[in-house]
């Protein structure tokens, strides 16, 4: 795909998701400055945002401080722990809420992500709004049906840069 300087690019990062998937498949962190640069790749970035979930220790707050140092905006929302115990924290809708807003002020959409979930949002956009979209994710964890409907993807398994060393 062939990506221009004068494009304007939205970057969305599920950390929860990348956040997991590098502790799974490499036991260590994800470098989301290098994300942020290989997603944008030279173009108009006109917003990056990193949607994360806080608990109530607050012990990710340097982790957030960093994020938008490094330039995104950061969306928080508290961890749910229901009376049973179970816990629940997600951005699906938040994203695609704020993907279908943006769209209008964007020429190209990066989901950083490997949920499959995002897969409507994705043919939504493509096909209503005219924004291309990229999807950013480890090849091992992203939905094959993702990867393929998006108009681009970037592998960070191909790369350590995108990992934090140990």
């Given at each position: 795909?062939?990506?221009?300087?004068?494009?304007?690019?939205?970057?969305?990062?599920?950390?929860?998701?990348?956040?997991?998937?590098?502790?799974?498949?490499?036991?260590?962190r994800?470098?989301?400055?290098?994300?942020?640069?290989?997603?944008?790749?030279?173009r108009?970035?006109?917003?990056?945002?990193?949607?994360?979930?806080k608990?109530?220790?607050?012990?990710?707050t340097?982790?957030?401080?960093?994020?938008?140092?490094?330039?995104?905006?950061?969306?928080?929302?508290?961890?749910?722990?229901?009376?049973?115990?179970?816990?629940?924290?997600?951005?699906?809708?938040?994203?695609?809420?704020?993907a279908?807003?943006?769209?209008?002020?964007?020429?190209?959409?990066?989901?950083?992500?490997?949920?499959?979930?995002?897969?409507?949002?994705?043919?939504y956009?493509?096909?209503?709004?005219?924004?291309?979209?990229?999807?950013?994710?480890?090849?091992?964890?992203?939905?094959?049906?993702?990867?393929?409907?998006?108009?681009?993807?970037?592998?960070?398994?191909?790369?350590?840069?995108?990992?934090?060393?140990?």
């Amino acid at each position: 795909m062939i990506k221009h300087k004068e494009q304007r690019v939205g970057v969305l990062v599920d950390v929860s998701n990348m956040y997991h998937s590098a502790k799974n498949l490499y036991h260590t962190r994800v470098n989301f400055n290098e994300v942020l640069k290989a997603s944008v790749a030279g173009r108009k970035l006109v917003r990056a945002i990193a949607y994360v979930i806080k608990t109530e220790t607050e012990e990710e707050t340097p982790f957030f401080e960093a994020l938008s140092s490094q330039g995104f905006e950061v969306k928080m929302k508290d961890l749910q722990i229901f009376a049973g115990g179970a816990k629940k924290a997600d951005w699906d809708v938040g994203i695609a809420m704020d993907a279908i807003k943006l769209a209008s002020k964007l020429d190209v959409i990066i989901i950083v992500s490997g949920d499959g979930d995002y897969l409507p949002l994705v043919e939504y956009i493509q096909n209503t709004k005219g924004c291309l979209v990229e999807v950013v994710g480890f090849r091992q964890t992203t939905s094959s049906a993702l990867i393929d409907s998006s108009d681009d993807f970037l592998n960070l398994s191909d790369s350590k840069k995108y990992l934090l060393r140990k």
